[in-house]
């Protein structure tokens, strides 16, 4: 009697696992017959790079640019590991300072962060009414700034914000979070549309494994693709360009745009270091080579208006995609000579 009963209680049990084996576990799940099936919500993508929203939505807050030192006693730098888009332009005596442009992530600390530069105004008004962080500048400069659609936030005016990090000192100890950036403009929320084209398709191109641009003795800029991260990493000369949390400074795509400098009429410093200028926006154009996944896409870049996104073309007359991921515009006047390593 007892394994009877032992084998009956089997059974039973075995009846009931059959039984909720054969009925939908989730019955509110089931697809009606005509209905379409359940389809995922798009994944939110950050303006200026087409990667996912690191916290699934895109934050409500404008552009940001710092200006950010890159002469030899400001370095190693901190914060631009997360920005979205680096400027590199030419300023006097043949160096080159940084315009870190964020939006979709936070950095704990930016810096150091310096004057601004006129040719600020033609890299940032093509990001609507972005927020441009500096640490002063001289009067004509400052001037143009304030009549632009960019909105200076001059950290001279805002000490509340300022950290000067331990072992360093001034002029290059002036540091931020850009959580504090964006609180000093708590109204502008209003996202930049997206400046580049994007595709995770490689186009025709040539491959090139790296790029050397001889800004000055004290910028002889390198980069070196890495096949194995599909990054651009970067160097001076031998040296790799780290940042101070030890991180090399990489892109997913690096621009090379040629522009025609000029020199004056306002002197940037006792030295007699004349302002650099470049016209960035008024039916401009040149050339320009587009390096992304290990390829070199040669073409022209234009622009005919400042509130216009800067346009890369290929040869063949087609927008030129970039990789989706952070990148890296360096604007090298047509007097350096870029080389290319195939």
């Known amino acids: 009697m007892r394994t009877w009963v032992q084998g009956a209680a089997v059974l039973s049990v075995a009846s009931l696992v059959l039984a909720a084996c054969s009925s939908p576990s989730h019955p509110t799940a089931r697809t009606r017959p005509g209905s379409k099936p359940h389809e995922a919500a798009p994944v939110a993508t ?12 895109v934050p409500k807050r404008p552009a940001l640019a710092v200006k950010v030192d890159n002469y030899t006693q400001a370095r190693p730098q901190s914060g631009l590991d997360v920005a979205d888009i680096v400027f590199e332009e030419p300023v006097e005596g043949g160096i080159t300072r940084y315009v870190a442009v964020f939006q979709c992530q936070n950095a704990a600390l930016v810096g150091p962060i310096r004057s601004a530069r006129n040719i600020d105004i033609g890299i940032l008004g093509q990001f609507g009414r972005p927020l441009l962080v500096n640490v002063g500048g001289i009067t004509p400069v400052l001037s143009n700034i304030e009549a632009s659609p960019v909105i200076e936030n001059d950290l001279r005016t805002n000490p509340s914000v300022v950290q000067h990090p331990p072992g360093r000192f001034a002029p290059y100890d002036t540091y931020a979070a850009t959580a504090s950036l964006w609180a000093l403009r708590p109204r ?8 580049f084209a994007f595709s995770p398709t490689v186009p025709n191109g040539t491959p090139a494994s790296a790029i ?23 160097s001076y000369g031998a040296t790799p360009d780290l940042l101070s949390d030890g991180v090399q400074n990489s892109a997913a795509n690096v ?15 006792e030295e007699g270091g004349l302002e650099v200028q470049a016209n ?4 401009a154009s040149g050339p320009a080579e587009i390096f992304r996944n290990g390829v070199e896409i040669t073409g022209t870049w234009q622009r005919d208006a400042l509130s216009q996104p800067t346009q890369f073309i290929s040869s063949a007359g087609t927008p030129i995609p970039l990789q989706p991921g952070r990148t890296w515009v360096e604007l090298v006047p047509n007097t350096i000579p870029v080389t290319t390593t195939r």
């Open 46 to 57: 950050c303006p200026l790079t087409d990667l996912p929203a690191p916290t699934g939505a």
């Open 188 to 195: 502008q929320a209003a996202r930049p549309t997206p400046v």
């Open 280 to 283: 960035l926006y008024e039916n």
């Open 255 to 269: 621009i090379v745009q040629v522009v025609q400098v000029t020199y004056g009429p306002w002197l940037e410093n």
């Open 212 to 234: 050397a641009i001889p800004f000055s003795d004290t910028s002889n800029v390198d980069w070196i693709y890495s096949a194995a991260t599909k990054q651009y990493l970067r």
